[in-house]
């Protein structure tokens, strides 16, 4: 009998952080590993990359778990200031934080994996994490209001996909364009 309460008085909390831990890895990982992936373009960063793929597998593990290490205080920080009545200002930190921490962890992951995989300890965990996440996927799944937050979420995403859209000449890019050409035939006069 307490067991079923217990269950009843801790679901919906642990739902709803669920909820925003998968909103924020369905949405956030992926942008920002884009954005990740761009900038390691530039050469600087390209030869940083590089050289990251090439270490060892236990060297590659302290790089892979140095982001946590960077944003725990950062993280600890934010929150002594949300305690302390400063929410907005905390509140922007841990996101700043957060942002930058999945961005630094996106890129590290790929950049490790390599070396990483040939540890048989490091690929079982893998394997469990992620069979951890398709679980909890597969029980979200089958909350309504998980379903329609996502749906709208996508087309949300799809939206502002299209203003910038290159290759379907988004509206934000002509928009942008246009201002461009303005501006020159300003200056060449």
Do not use: D
């Amino acid at each position: 009998m307490k067991v079923r309460r217990l269950k009843a008085v801790l679901s919906p909390p642990l739902v709803l952080i669920a909820a925003v831990v998968f909103l924020f890895e369905e949405v956030l990982w992926a942008w920002v590993a884009v954005l990740a992936a761009t900038v390691g373009r530039w050469a600087p960063i390209a030869r940083i990359e590089a050289a990251i793929g090439r270490l060892p597998p236990y060297l590659a593990m302290l790089l892979f778990i140095l982001p946590w290490a960077i944003i725990l205080p950062v993280k600890l920080l934010a929150l002594w200031l949300l305690a302390t009545g400063h929410v907005l200002t905390g509140a922007g930190l841990f996101a700043g934080g957060e942002l930058f921490g999945v961005g630094f962890l996106a890129r590290i992951y790929v950049l490790c994996r390599p070396s990483l995989s040939t540890l048989a300890w490091f690929v079982r965990l893998e394997g469990w994490a992620l069979a951890a996440s398709a679980w909890a996927h597969a029980k979200l799944n089958k909350i309504a209001v998980w379903r329609e937050t996502l749906r709208r979420l996508r087309s949300a995403v799809a939206t502002v996909r299209g203003l910038f859209h290159q290759e379907a000449r988004g509206w934000l890019i002509e928009r942008m364009r246009a201002a461009r050409r303005l501006v020159r035939a300003q200056f060449q006069r």
